[in-house]
């Protein structure tokens, strides 16, 4: 059974850099497969941050995309989200995710628990 | 970006009754090269992760009930829960995975009458 498990810092001051890591157990991210973060504000709906393939490959989305970076450590079996430059706005609940290429499914099929990252002076 | 459109924001059912939830792409999200929708349907229940529903706008992930079913093609689609259940409780969201950035619907709260 593949389990994702997202940590990182809860609280982060205005323009600091917000860093969370998601580990991988039960599963190699060396897989033919995607690996997300999406975030939640509270009481509000999801939002695609970006994803890496096993391959390195990333996607962002165009609304972040100057302050996001996604990357993986094979070694560790994790990969890792960066977002540069936060503000109030960037308040979340962070979930790592794992999504299968298209051609097998392409849904997110496989959650962490989410953390919450909190924004203020 | 596709902006994903659900409705209704919330409804109400009686348990044993059918939910019905709709999403609307503002662009179709069917890959003509395999005729599939890269649409999936996911239940957020309070204070748990997302779970996958469904994928491909109508196959239901393994371990799904078959009372959820998802139906259409193009840019509408339907998720259909029959026979509502205590647990069915839950807010759904829509969303596309057919171009970047993969956007989601707003979310439909769905509550027991």
């Known amino acids: 059974q593949v389990q994702l498990q997202e940590s990182g810092p809860g609280l982060l001051k205005p323009s600091g850099t917000l860093s969370l890591t998601c580990a991988v157990s039960g599963g190699s991210i060396s897989s033919s497969k995607w690996w997300t973060w999406v975030r939640q504000p509270p009481g509000k709906g999801l939002e695609w941050i970006g994803e890496i393939y096993h391959s390195g490959s990333t996607t962002y989305n165009p609304s972040l995309k100057s302050r996001v970076t996604i990357s993986m450590d094979k070694s560790k079996n994790q990969f890792s989200l960066n977002l540069s430059s936060v503000t109030a706005a960037d308040t979340a609940l962070y979930y790592c995710?794992?999504?299968?290429?298209?051609?097998?499914?392409?849904?997110?099929?496989?959650w962490g628990q989410g953390t919450l990252v909190f924004v203020s002076s | 970006d596709i902006v994903m459109t659900q409705s209704p924001d919330s409804l109400a059912v009686s348990l044993g009754e059918r939910a019905t939830i709709n999403c609307k792409s503002s662009q179709s999200v069917l890959y003509s090269s395999n005729n599939k929708n890269y649409l999936a349907w996911y239940q957020q229940k309070p204070g748990q992760p997302p779970k996958l529903l469904i994928y491909?706008?109508?196959t239901r992930e393994s371990g799904v009930p078959d009372r959820f079913s998802g139906s259409g093609s193009g840019t509408d689609f339907t998720l259909t829960i029959d026979s509502l259940q205590d647990e069915d409780v839950a807010v759904y969201y829509c969303q596309q995975y057919y171009s970047t950035p993969y956007t989601f619907g707003q979310g439909t709260k769905l509550e027991i009458k």
């Open positions: 491909w706008a109508s």
């Open positions: 995710a794992r999504r299968p290429v298209r051609s097998s499914g392409g849904g997110l099929d496989y």
